[in-house]
């Protein structure tokens, strides 16, 4: 048979998501262009990432905002909406930090869930100490699930740029550093 362009082919062509100036380092900090991709190695401990790679979106908004919450939570929630600043990322995670995530967001949930259930049980028997301890467990089950599943978090983002921190050393280590 001989060679057809077959007008419903993938393309062959490889991108390297490391090819021009897209990516660099800032100290801890992880500094991309806005739209760029990152390379396919976890963020975590730079070992090659578990495919698929799930694309997520990051909000930042300035700092100075959070002042509003010690007035109203209300008042702070409806503004950091209104001045928040988007972007998309796709960090890669190797099989241990993916699982790692997961179990962080079983934790987070399956406790919330159970801590619930304490505070329902103390509240219908009259034990004020279960219930209590149902608002710990649900407090603590909450943080932990916040912690176990961040991967990276919004440094700044402006038009151009994007900066994230949360990614460990030797993945920045391979990455130029910034002069800009």
């Given at each position: 048979?001989?060679?057809?362009?077959?007008?419903?082919?993938?393309?062959k062509?490889?991108?390297?998501p490391?090819?021009?100036?897209n990516?660099?380092?800032?100290?801890?900090?992880?500094?991309?262009?806005?739209?760029?991709?990152?390379?396919?190695?976890?963020?975590?401990?730079n070992?090659?990432?578990?495919?698929?790679?799930?694309?997520?979106?990051?909000?930042?908004?300035?700092?100075?905002?959070?002042?509003?919450?010690?007035?109203?939570?209300?008042?702070y929630?409806?503004?950091?909406?209104?001045?928040?600043?988007?972007?998309?990322?796709?960090?890669?995670?190797?099989?241990?930090?993916?699982?790692?995530?997961?179990?962080?967001?079983?934790l987070?949930?399956?406790?919330?869930?159970?801590?619930?259930?304490?505070?329902?049980?103390?509240?219908?028997?009259?034990?004020?100490?279960?219930?209590l301890?149902?608002?710990v467990?649900?407090?603590?089950?909450?943080l932990?699930?916040?912690?176990?599943?961040?991967?990276?978090?919004?440094?700044?983002?402006?038009?151009?740029?994007?900066?994230?921190k949360?990614?460990?050393?030797?993945?920045?280590?391979?990455?130029?550093?910034f002069?800009g």
């Amino acid at each position: 048979m001989t060679d057809t362009l077959n007008p419903y082919a993938p393309p062959k062509a490889t991108l390297d998501p490391l090819s021009g100036d897209n990516l660099w380092r800032d100290g801890k900090i992880l500094i991309m262009r806005q739209g760029s991709t990152l390379p396919p190695r976890c963020v975590k401990c730079n070992e090659p990432a578990e495919l698929p790679i799930k694309r997520r979106k990051v909000y930042w908004h300035e700092p100075w905002i959070y002042v509003l919450a010690i007035f109203c939570l209300l008042l702070y929630a409806l503004m950091a909406l209104l001045v928040r600043k988007p972007a998309m990322i796709a960090p890669g995670l190797c099989s241990i930090h993916r699982k790692r995530h997961w179990l962080g967001i079983a934790l987070g949930w399956g406790g919330s869930a159970l801590a619930l259930f304490l505070m329902f049980l103390g509240g219908t028997n009259d034990h004020f100490a279960l219930m209590l301890l149902g608002m710990v467990v649900f407090l603590g089950m909450i943080l932990a699930g916040i912690i176990l599943t961040r991967i990276l978090q919004p440094d700044r983002i402006d038009k151009d740029f994007v900066r994230l921190k949360g990614c460990c050393q030797a993945f920045l280590d391979t990455l130029p550093q910034f002069h800009g």
